[in-house]
């Protein structure tokens, strides 16, 4: 049943006045649809059609070539306009007038209306589709699938758009106007809430097939073959959602994206174990590959949802060669869909390169677009895949699987060759983990420091969920760019040269008799000739950015320069290049210009400008006191382009401590999000005035957004603390000289930080059982309360340096490796992927306590045991933290190591000969250590051995607990890695002293005492 048009413009009407009231128009959208069930649910209506008309943004595969001024001649000629009219029609263009090309038309038509059709004759919406479907069909930059139904259909053309303008209304002229230009602005139809109406499972379907005819069709082939073989037991929804798969040849619709604005609000976005990708600077590519037909057919899908196959068939060998297809190790049978970044591999250099440098080597329709300025292609630079993901494999829908197998398949589907074909580095962080933070924001440093565009995070949920309860159909995925966060992007002041009028735009502002929409900005060429000498200004346009409405209500309150048009400007010297990018040209040049404070993503070289320009500019502020001439200069523009852009030859560690600083602060009150679980309970001051309230341990904080085990595990770790004998104590107060040089003066508020003793050690009786350092377990001289008989009073119980173990720090590590084994799988994932990462991964965790040192008279007094440490440091001599320490290697909680080895060289402790084992078969595990323990410690490694640390400490604190308590001391217990940190701390020429996020390195690798 054909649905007239009328209907359609009566929506659209009440829609667009109560946008412009400012009221929701999701009830009206309602009414409608159920007002008209019965024609929608008519077995020859055109939802496809209906869907095209109330959204024409979404249909991307037609292309028209007609804007506003063409389709002006257009109506002219449909309605026999006489000059007059004409001019009337075209008053659009006027700035203040508020009124666009739609409501020009619809005016004349109200004056001088279309003679009345007969009813059969209205125009309905299946006629204006296909008029528009075979419009589209004849421009070469529609879709192939557009362009190849031109042959079944009637010929028509732009004639055919007059012919409908002779049989519309007024009010349907209007939205036939708006609907030919895709563009109903400032009226924006929320397009899930169409599909909703249309039928409930409509959204689910079009998630896995994005376009309107085959997801319609699907939906009608299922309720079709539901009829005769429905039952009570099964709901209509569940039997439609079982048929819902992707299909080669049709785009599958994208996952929902988020923005990170911090490292705390990625945490609290994200949840369980998030692969953290690097972002790839290319162009979106949805791969769709079938072998049905026996050659093998590649088809191309870009981000908006163009099919860009034939632009990109010099990737076309690229991905079959990936794929192994023809060869014995192909993974695919049937076809697959896969999902990757196109970009341009440098071969010599062996890098990535800019995203500009992809119009080079690919073509639009056959041609290479906006590249006059460019230099030519190297011989050396190719087109390179780089994959991620796959939702498809040999007719198996895989959008219901989880992330983490999804990339096992792809690694089974995809031969990597460098510089042609690779899958996207990755690595996993448990965000469950204390250690997210720390781990997310070194990794995210790294990646500024190596001038990428920043982080994908992706949750270990399915693709798109069709079976959820909550209504979130898709994983929460999360871009993070350093651009997001607080005023990373900000890059400067620049001059506001001139403006342009977009009328269609201009109905979007609620401002009255509006001059400008677009502000074209603008560097100079002659400062220091205007500065001396009052020279004639010249500028480069650089860069067009549109306001905000309170912003642009700013400027013409505040600003509001003096304008004129471009031909009449004689106060300044104008260079405008022609890949400016624009909806609407530069008309007035402002005789004095404006200075706006701008950030932006990165820097870009647009098709014909030549020059570094910025890439998606956005104002922050208006400056109303600055002058333009001291605005950013087109020579400074370049040197700062240049110095972002330049990727240092090698790792710049101090570059990449100082973002992390940065980004430590840029969580929210200026405070590390992990910064209250790293210093809770010491004497370490934090950026922001503590409460006077004990926080609470880290995973009860955030315990809505943790995960049942974790929390139950959280509980059971509380109840072995009360049952254990073995329990891990907290270090001795530290030496009296130290404890005084550390002792803040009379009257200050705050207590200065100390550094950790690689031996602290407590004076208590009882003794630890400790497993590995990623499960401590703490006890003080009373037992453990559970955690709900933690009161405000437990600091001040336990405020003596031997109990000075903070609670919350306690309940990181129990869950640890009490109820969390380590993550085997993904770090096996890791290693394949070649991206090992020591300070990231996710098993780690770690241990805070007071920083203590031990006299040099209770040193004395302990037993002499060697062998010990050369006074040979290279950082510190004699000053070394390890000088006269025991070094004990348990080899079997140990790799080999090239590094370690160096490290405890550079330190003078390159003869440690004596094994963990022989010197506790030598020295009767440490018997006769005493109360008052020597300077020993036992270096495992918790991070590539962390079940083999707990092994071998087990068996040592078994053999020592036979041992008599009183006799038998301690030992403490490190991870290798504390030497690096170490090293960071000894090394006079490291300026920037970083332990990630702890205070020193005793903190970062502490595991405990046995």
């Known amino acids: 049943m054909p649905i007239p048009f009328v209907l359609v413009c009566d929506l659209l009407d009440e829609c667009h006045r109560l946008c412009i009231a400012n009221k929701p128009n999701t009830q009206a959208v309602v009414d409608w649809f159920a007002r008209h069930r019965g024609r929608l649910d008519a077995h020859d209506t055109d939802l496809a059609a209906l869907l095209s008309t109330l959204l024409p943004e979404k249909r991307t595969d037609r292309v028209y070539c007609i804007k506003a001024p063409t389709l002006e001649k ?10 007059s009219r004409i001019a009337e029609l075209a008053l659009y263009k006027q700035p203040g007038q508020c009124t666009d090309l739609a409501d020009c038309a619809e005016r004349i038509l109200n004056t001088t209306p279309n003679p009345t059709c007969n009813e059969k004759l209205r125009v309905s919406v299946e006629e204006i589709d296909e008029v528009l479907h075979s419009l589209a069909s004849r421009i070469k930059w529609s879709s192939p699938s ?22 519309l209304t007024a009010c349907e002229a209007k939205w036939f106007t708006r609907l030919v230009l895709k563009d109903y602005q400032p009226l924006i139809l929320d397009s899930q809430l169409v599909y909703r109406c249309c039928d409930s499972t409509l959204p689910l379907i079009l998630k896995a097939q994005d376009d309107f005819a085959t997801a319609i069709q699907t939906l009608q082939s299922a309720k079709g073959n539901m009829l005769p073989n429905s039952t009570r037991s099964t709901s209509r929804r569940d039997q439609i959602l079982a048929v819902i798969k992707p299909k080669l040849g049709v785009k599958v619709g ?28 290319g162009e979106y590519c949805q791969i769709h590959v079938d072998l049905t037909s026996g050659e093998p057919q590649v088809q191309i899908f870009s981000k908006s949802g163009k099919d860009s196959t034939e632009d990109r068939h010099k990737l076309h060998g690229v991905i079959i060669k990936s794929l192994g297809l023809g060869t014995s190790t192909c993974n695919v049978r049937k076809g697959c869909i896969l999902e990757g970044e196109l970009v341009v591999h440098n071969d010599v250099e062996n890098k990535i390169l800019p995203f500009h440098k992809i119009r080079n080597h690919v073509t639009r329709r056959g041609r290479l677009m906006d590249v006059d300025l460019d230099s030519p292609p190297r011989s050396y630079e190719n087109l390179m895949i780089v994959y991620y993901d796959i939702l498809l494999h040999d007719d198996q829908s895989l959008l219901g699987i989880r992330h983490s197998e999804r990339f096992k398949i792809l690694q089974k589907t995809i031969d990597c060759e460098r510089g042609r074909a690779e899958l996207v580095k ?32 992706k949750p270990d949920d399915p693709y798109f969920n069709f079976q959820a309860d909550n209504g979130r159909n898709s994983g929460l995925c999360i871009k993070l760019k350093k651009e997001y966060i607080g005023n990373f992007g900000d890059v400067g002041d620049f001059a506001v040269v001139g403006a342009g009028f977009n009328p269609t735009k201009a109905k979007s502002y609620r401002i009255p008799n509006l001059q400008w929409t677009i502000f074209y900005l603008g560097c100079l060429n002659n400062k220091e000739e205007v500065k001396r000498w009052n020279a004639k200004p010249e500028f480069t346009v650089i860069s067009a950015v549109e306001l905000t409405e309170p912003l642009l209500k700013t400027f013409i309150s505040h600003c509001n320069p003096v304008s004129v048009q471009l031909h009449k400007n004689d106060a300044t010297k104008l260079h405008i290049p022609k890949g400016i ?128 085990e974790v929390v139950r595990a959280y509980r059971m770790s509380q109840k072995s603390v009360d049952m254990s004998t073995a329990s891990l104590t907290t270090p001795p107060p530290s030496s009296p000289a130290e404890e005084e040089a550390r002792t803040p003066k009379r009257g200050s508020k705050r207590k200065c930080p100390t550094s950790f003793s690689p031996t602290a050690a407590p004076a208590l009786q009882t003794h630890l059982l400790m497993t590995t350092r990623l499960s401590p377990i703490v006890a003080t001289k009373k037992l453990r309360k559970p955690l709900d008989d933690v009161d405000a009073n437990v600091l001040q119980q336990s405020a003596t340096p031997n109990s000075s173990f903070a609670e919350d720090d306690v309940t990181d590590h129990c869950v640890g490796l009490t109820k969390s084994p380590p993550l085997i799988h993904e770090t096996q994932e890791n290693e394949a992927l070649g991206t090992p990462d020591e300070g990231s991964n996710p098993t780690k965790s770690d241990i805070r306590c007071t920083p203590i040192t031990i006299s040099s008279d209770e040193t004395s007094q302990a037993t002499d045991i060697s062998p010990k440490v050369k006074n040979g440091c290279k950082f510190a001599a004699k000053e070394c933290h390890l000088f006269k320490h025991t070094i004990l290697l348990a080899s079997r909680a140990l790799g080999p190591s090239s590094e370690r080895t160096t490290l405890l060289d550079d330190h003078g402790a390159s003869e ?25 410690i036992i270096l495992v490694d918790t991070v590539d051995k962390a079940s083999e640390t707990k092994l071998v400490l087990a068996e040592v604190e078994r053999a020592r607990k036979e041992l008599p308590r009183k006799t038998r001391g301690w030992i403490a217990v490190y991870d290798w890695r504390m030497l690096e940190h170490l090293k960071v701390m000894e090394d006079q ?3 920037k002293k970083y332990y990630d996020g702890f205070h020193d390195p005793w903190r970062r690798w502490y595991c405990g005492i046995v």
């Open 912 to 936: 440690f000969a004596t094994s963990l084992d022989d010197w506790l078969q030598e020295n009767n595990y440490g018997a006769t250590l005493g109360n008052k323990s020597p300077r020993i």
């Open 426 to 457: 990755r690595t996993l962080v448990d965000f469950h983990r204390p250690t997210a933070a720390s781990e997310l924001r070194k990794a995210f440093a790294s990646v500024i420091t190596d001038k990428g565009e920043g982080l994908v995070l």
């Open 146 to 167: 557009i362009r190849k139904s031109q042959a079944a259909l009637t010929p028509r053309g732009r004639c055919d758009l007059e012919d409908v303008y002779r049989r």
């Open 989 to 991: 020429n490291t300026k």
């Open 581 to 708: 990018e624009a909806n609407t040209a530069l008309t007035a040049v402002f005789q004095n210009p404006a200075v706006f404070d701008l950030r932006c993503f990165s820097f870009d070289k647009p098709g014909n400008m030549g020059f570094w320009t910025l890439r998606f500019p956005a104002v922050s502020k208006i400056h109303f006191d600055r002058d333009y001439s001291d605005a950013v200069t087109f020579d400074e523009l370049q040197e700062m382009a240049k110095v972002a852009r330049a990727t240092p030859d090698l790792e710049d560690s101090q570059e990449n401590l100082q973002w992390i600083a940065k980004l430590e602060g840029a969580d929210p009150r200026g405070r590390a999000v992990d910064a209250v679980s790293q210093l809770t309970a010491t004497t370490i001051p934090t950026p922001s005035p503590c409460s006077s309230r004990p926080p609470l341990s880290p995973i009860m904080q955030r315990q809505k957004s943790r995960s049942p």
């Open 74 to 83: 257009i109506i002219g000629r449909a309605l026999m306009l006489g000059s």
């Open 254 to 281: 994208r996952q929902n994206w988020f923005k990170g604005r911090s490292i705390k609000h990625c945490l609290d976005m994200g949840h369980g174990r998030m692969s953290v990708e690097q972002k790839i600077d």
